[in-house]
């Protein structure tokens, strides 16, 4: 089992250009969800997706959509980047019943010129 | 505004020592609780949970949970230069909330001498 896998590991975007992070996981896990991660602020939850079917805001949506494209898909689109968004990515995702521990990617480095 | 609090170190502990690791959070109703640690350049990694109150053991690695005073620990004995990383302390959402969410802990340093 791979788990939990993010494409692409690197990316560098100019002001303004968009761009989609892919995720997916082969756990059969109901919820999954999209982080970012900068220095002294910690994990933020951008979005989520309690099931297959459902998305909602987190902590810090502005700027980015996301897409349940199937239960092991979920996708995280940048519209028009900002230097702001710079940022490393983590997807996770849940089983989303009992205790809900979460399982992270890799992570994807952002860097927003 | 949900919130869950850690000490960001760096916490210097020397080979071998008792490294103790705390996190308070803010949401009574919490009732799992999580130990990520993440290496430099890393994802988060799951290395512990406990929901009930008292001691949960697992190899080197012992968790606490106090929910009277809202507190987790997370101890690592005979520490190991492998153990230098962060620690992230996660709180799952109240029964209830529906969402499954978990609120993080900016984490702590550990840096574990030779």
């Known amino acids: 089992n791979a788990g939990v896998t993010q494409t692409p590991k690197f990316q560098v975007l100019k002001t303004g250009q968009s761009m989609t992070l892919q995720c997916a996981q082969d756990?059969?896990?109901?919820?999954m969800y999209w982080y970012r991660q900068d220095p002294g602020m910690g994990l933020r939850l951008i979005y989520y997706?309690?099931?297959?079917?459902?998305?909602d805001k987190g902590e810090v949506p502005n700027g980015y959509n996301v897409s349940r494209l199937n239960k092991r898909e979920f996708s995280l689109r940048l519209e028009s980047a900002a230097p702001s968004q710079t940022s490393v990515y983590f997807c996770a995702s849940s089983e989303g019943r009992s205790l809900g521990e979460q399982f992270f990617g890799p992570g994807t480095r952002l860097t927003v010129l | 505004q949900k919130e869950v609090e850690q000490n960001s170190g760096p916490l210097s502990v020397p080979e071998g020592a008792i490294a103790s690791l705390n996190c308070t959070y803010s949401?009574?109703?919490?009732?799992?609780f999580f130990w990520y640690r993440q290496y430099s350049g890393k994802s988060p990694e799951l290395i512990m949970f406990?929901?009930?109150?008292g001691d949960k053991e697992d190899g080197r690695f012992t968790a606490q949970l106090n929910k009277a005073s809202q507190y987790v620990s997370l101890l690592i004995r005979d520490s190991q230069p492998s153990d230098s990383a962060t620690y992230l302390c996660a709180v799952r959402d109240s029964p209830g909330a529906g969402s499954y969410q978990l609120t993080f802990g900016k984490g702590t340093k550990l840096s574990v001498i030779p």
């Open positions: 949401d009574r109703g919490s009732q799992s």
């Open positions: 997706s309690a099931s297959e079917g459902t998305t």
């Open positions: 756990m059969n896990h109901n919820s």
């Open positions: 406990i929901y009930s109150n």
